[in-house]
């Protein structure tokens, strides 16, 4: 009767547990949903509207904002679904075909951030060691190119899985559709894994060389002279500075007028020099430490999920608990929504277009009136 009586008792706990649980998922998840929708749909809006920001590293921004929006608008309902139903997350409501679907498009939006950024990241590498020829070649149908290139891996590693028997199902612990991460002996999850971890990595390596270039290049180097060339007093040569035509005017020098001076721009090439000058200098780098930080929030929130998924892999019937887990799946649903967040944050180019193409909403000074003085 004891017996009896405390399974009488836990049973409604564990149900009154379960019923807060899913009420604090669901809530977590609309948050995440509705941040994602209104920060990506906003800045993607903003990078269509204002001109002054239709450069390279915008079209992939772009490109990013609106494959978050697609996820949160398509992927998320179905996980509230699953949740908000009869079995509280632990049974798929709707056919096995739309589970496929959700499935291959989660792990379809994963695998595209991750060759986006890589193929980011190599673009920023060139914008700063390279630079002119990063302006010459990164045009929009260059971006054009490398986007539809980052889709179509991103569908060459998610397509596969499509036709193996039970490899995309409905995951009951972590109320969702995806990829099932099973024993390294009993699926080939292995290889997927690897992929992710080595774009992932590989993505580091190259901000990192991008780093030690810069710190590279900041180091002072004496300055080396070259003497300048004479003839009856008219300069010229590498080393010339200008003296020669202000000799030649005050007289000094008779003949011919000085050749042109050799490393001095004339003033029709002005417009088309593209030397890396401090503000174009300034604004790469602010830009780099944006992708950099996209790339590290990225890597920080799907880390967990990741180590759960090799853990499965490398260890047959590892238990994972069931907290953890449930944290580290809505960690990388919240990645959906961080990237508006970080892009304003840390560009002061973004916040400024912002103020200026959406004053209304974001409140301007009222100017005064102009007075004078009796």
């Known amino acids: 009767m004891a ?18 649980a899913s009420a604090v998922k669901l809530a977590s998840l609309g948050l995440i949903t509705g941040v994602s929708l209104l920060g990506n749909a906003s800045l993607s809006l903003l990078l269509l509207k204002d001109s002054s920001l239709r450069k390279a590293p915008y079209y992939f921004l772009l490109d990013l904002c ?6 949160s608008a398509v992927c998320f309902p179905f996980v509230m679904a699953a949740i908000g139903g009869g079995g509280g997350g632990s049974a798929w409501p709707y056919s096995a075909l739309c589970c496929k679907i959700v499935a291959f498009l989660s792990v379809l939006f994963c695998f595209h951030v991750a060759f986006l950024l890589f193929c980011v990241s190599v673009t920023r590498y060139m914008a700063i060691a390279h630079h002119r020829f990063y302006y010459k070649r990164m045009n929009l149908c260059t971006c054009a190119a490398v986007i539809c290139m980052v889709w179509t891996l991103s569908v060459a590693m998610a397509f596969p899985p499509v036709f193996d028997v039970g490899t995309y199902k409905f995951i009951r612990e972590e109320e969702q559709c995806t990829f099932e991460h099973r024993y390294v002996k009993a699926n080939d999850t292995l290889g997927f894994m690897l992929m992710l971890a080595v774009i992932v990595g590989t993505t580091h390596v190259v901000y990192v060389k991008m780093l030690c270039f810069v710190y590279d290049h900041r180091k002072m180097k004496p300055t080396q002279l070259v003497p300048a060339i004479s003839q009856n007093w008219t300069f010229h040569g590498p080393g010339a500075t200008g003296q020669a035509a202000a000799n030649w005017i005050a007289g000094f020098g008779r ?3 000085p050749p042109t001076l050799v490393g001095i721009r004339q003033a029709s090439h ?3 020099r593209r030397l890396l000058v401090l503000d174009e200098f300034k604004m790469e780098k602010r830009i780099g430490k944006m992708y950099y930080m996209i790339t590290l929030t990225f890597l920080v929130l799907w880390a967990p999920y990741i180590s759960a998924c090799y853990l499965r892999i490398f260890v047959r ?3 994972v608990p069931q907290l953890y887990l449930s944290a580290a799946v809505w960690m990388s649903f919240a990645q959906a929504g961080a990237n508006p967040i970080i892009s304003f944050l840390f560009n002061k180019e973004l916040r400024m277009r912002l103020r200026a193409c959406f004053p209304s909403c974001l409140g301007t000074q009222t100017p005064m009136e102009p007075y004078c003085v009796i």
Not at 7 to 18: D, V
Not at 66 to 71: E, F, S
């Open 66 to 71: 609106l494959a978050d929006v697609v996820r």
């Open 255 to 257: 003949g011919p007028t």
């Open 3 to 20: 017996n009896t009586s405390a399974f009488g008792e836990s049973s409604p706990s564990a149900h009154n547990y379960a019923s807060a």
């Open 270 to 272: 002005l417009g088309n």
């Open 317 to 319: 019937g590892a238990p």
